[in-house]
């Protein structure tokens, strides 16, 4: 699974933690994809697109710098939490 991939699913988590987002297939719907889609990337067979990736920055306000590895603040705003490097 891409870096990317696992950075969105956690992201995910995130999102629900702070109440976001209610569950899964709210994200999903947010962002216009099925909650199929999202047991395959889980599963390597498919990954997040640009434009999936795009919509995530604009609806949740999250720092595409993150997502990609360039970055420790997870959203674009001033006391954005830091995520510890979980893919390491």
Request: overall charge positive; charged content about 25%; aromatic content about 8%.
């Amino acid at each position: 699974m891409q870096s990317t991939d696992q950075r969105i699913l956690r992201l995910i988590e995130v999102l629900i933690l702070q109440n976001k987002v209610n569950r899964e297939i709210d994200f999903c719907r947010d962002i216009g994809i099925l909650p199929q889609t999202v047991s395959k990337i889980r599963k390597g067979i498919n990954h997040f697109t640009v434009s999936h990736i795009e919509t995530i920055c604009i609806k949740y306000n999250v720092n595409a710098n993150w997502l990609f590895g360039r970055d420790k603040k997870v959203f674009n705003m001033s006391g954005s939490i830091e995520i510890e490097d979980f893919l390491q």
